[in-house]
């Protein structure tokens, strides 16, 4: 009878795990507890980290902030375009998300160039065009070196010149997944082709839960 | 018993006929397997692992017509790069291939596997045709 109901109470425990992690992707990143009154009471609350403010030109020679994401669930990495090793493999997988979600209103990748001096705005458009790309779904931003090297730091990735790498710039191959509150909510490795189609799966579930289905 | 036989014969049979392979079929294999490898690890982020290339960016490596055309220069591609504007599959592309460290037999090697996968069927290129090649570089 024991064991019966010591059972039961693992089955129950290994469901309600699935279906916590089926339906949620994790908010990551630094985190830090907030304590504040509200209503006569002391609340606390957790503040997550969130990609802080930009500035950068994209492919059409357009200025794009922070805010042309608001109310988007977005994906970042960084490359540049004459890149002679990870990025050709990265931006193939892309162009597999770029073609699932192209038609979705509130959703955006965003390719960040590491070396602007070389990656001008028409040397950027005409990457776009070669690698089939048009509208507004998937921006190539070019802009200041350093800020673009300080952002990929607070997208957990790391960029940065290196006379001795081909290509003369190191960079990771992430994809970072980010929500319309601006919380990275997935990393994946863009080489990977099997880390990309879960990117997407997650996309999916991302755009089910309620915070994001609201525009903001 | 009977049956048993015959399965032990015909086993027999395609063991010896696939043993059975001439010295210049052996020589293809060896060179075939080794320039996969070098394909793997030279050549296979740009041009992708079924020689696909990448849209407009990176030439696919499945234009039989091309490599037979450009046979005699492949491996001078290889060794010093390609830049300017090549038409392959009818696309016209631009981005420049870098040079290589690759050496001639490894050339050899990587030129026989492409040009006989994704489609392709262009024979052995050996080391000494590709270093014959590698001389006349223009």
Same mark, same amino acid.
């Given at each position: 009878m024991k064991a019966i109901n010591l059972l039961a109470g693992l089955a129950i425990v290994i469901a309600s795990c699935q279906s916590n992690t089926k339906n949620a992707l994790p908010i990551l990143g630094n985190r830090e507890p907030v304590t504040k009154i509200v209503d006569g009471k002391t609340v606390t609350d957790t503040v997550y980290t969130t990609i802080p403010a930009f500035k950068f030109v994209n492919q059409y020679g357009d200025s794009i902030t922070e805010k042309n994401l608001n109310g988007k669930i977005y994906v970042a990495d960084f490359f540049f375009t004459s890149c002679p090793s990870i990025c050709p493999v990265m931006h193939r997988n892309m162009l597999n998300v770029y073609n699932a979600f192209k038609n979705v209103g509130d959703f955006k990748i965003i390719s960040h160039s590491i070396d602007p001096k070389y990656d001008s705005v028409p040397a950027m458009k005409k990457y776009a065009d070669k690698l089939g790309i048009s509208g507004q779904s998937w921006w190539f931003l070019q802009g200041d070196k350093?800020?673009?090297?300080? /952002?990929?730091?607070?997208y957990l990735s790391s960029a940065a010149e290196d006379s001795s790498a081909p290509g003369g710039h190191v960079h990771d191959g992430w994809f970072i997944l980010i929500d319309k509150q601006k919380h990275i909510r997935g990393t994946y490795n863009g080489v990977d082709p099997v880390e990309v189609t879960k990117m997407i799966a997650d996309i999916k579930t /991302?755009?089910?839960?309620?915070d994001q289905a609201v525009a903001q | 018993m009977k049956a048993l036989i015959a399965i032990f014969s015909f086993l027999a049979l395609v063991t010896a006929a696939v043993s059975c392979q001439g010295p210049q079929q052996i020589e293809f294999n060896r060179y075939y397997s080794a320039g996969a490898a070098v394909y793997q690890t030279h050549c296979q982020n740009c041009h992708g692992d079924k020689g696909q290339g990448l849209a407009e960016l990176m030439p696919p490596l499945t234009d039989s017509v091309y490599l037979k055309a450009n046979k005699g220069q492949l491996a001078c591609y290889l060794q010093k790069g390609l830049k300017g504007k090549i038409t392959v599959n009818g696309k016209t592309f631009e981005?420049?291939?870098p040079a290589s460290d690759l050496s001639p037999i490894e050339i050899a090697q990587v030129l026989t596997y492409v040009t006989n996968s994704f489609g392709n069927k262009g024979g052995l290129i050996n080391s000494d045709e590709a270093e014959k090649?590698?001389?006349s570089c223009r």
């Amino acid at each position: 009878m024991k064991a019966i109901n010591l059972l039961a109470g693992l089955a129950i425990v290994i469901a309600s795990c699935q279906s916590n992690t089926k339906n949620a992707l994790p908010i990551l990143g630094n985190r830090e507890p907030v304590t504040k009154i509200v209503d006569g009471k002391t609340v606390t609350d957790t503040v997550y980290t969130t990609i802080p403010a930009f500035k950068f030109v994209n492919q059409y020679g357009d200025s794009i902030t922070e805010k042309n994401l608001n109310g988007k669930i977005y994906v970042a990495d960084f490359f540049f375009t004459s890149c002679p090793s990870i990025c050709p493999v990265m931006h193939r997988n892309m162009l597999n998300v770029y073609n699932a979600f192209k038609n979705v209103g509130d959703f955006k990748i965003i390719s960040h160039s590491i070396d602007p001096k070389y990656d001008s705005v028409p040397a950027m458009k005409k990457y776009a065009d070669k690698l089939g790309i048009s509208g507004q779904s998937w921006w190539f931003l070019q802009g200041d070196k350093d800020a673009t090297y300080k /952002l990929a730091n607070s997208y957990l990735s790391s960029a940065a010149e290196d006379s001795s790498a081909p290509g003369g710039h190191v960079h990771d191959g992430w994809f970072i997944l980010i929500d319309k509150q601006k919380h990275i909510r997935g990393t994946y490795n863009g080489v990977d082709p099997v880390e990309v189609t879960k990117m997407i799966a997650d996309i999916k579930t /991302l755009q089910a839960e309620p915070d994001q289905a609201v525009a903001q | 018993m009977k049956a048993l036989i015959a399965i032990f014969s015909f086993l027999a049979l395609v063991t010896a006929a696939v043993s059975c392979q001439g010295p210049q079929q052996i020589e293809f294999n060896r060179y075939y397997s080794a320039g996969a490898a070098v394909y793997q690890t030279h050549c296979q982020n740009c041009h992708g692992d079924k020689g696909q290339g990448l849209a407009e960016l990176m030439p696919p490596l499945t234009d039989s017509v091309y490599l037979k055309a450009n046979k005699g220069q492949l491996a001078c591609y290889l060794q010093k790069g390609l830049k300017g504007k090549i038409t392959v599959n009818g696309k016209t592309f631009e981005s420049q291939m870098p040079a290589s460290d690759l050496s001639p037999i490894e050339i050899a090697q990587v030129l026989t596997y492409v040009t006989n996968s994704f489609g392709n069927k262009g024979g052995l290129i050996n080391s000494d045709e590709a270093e014959k090649d590698l001389k006349s570089c223009r």
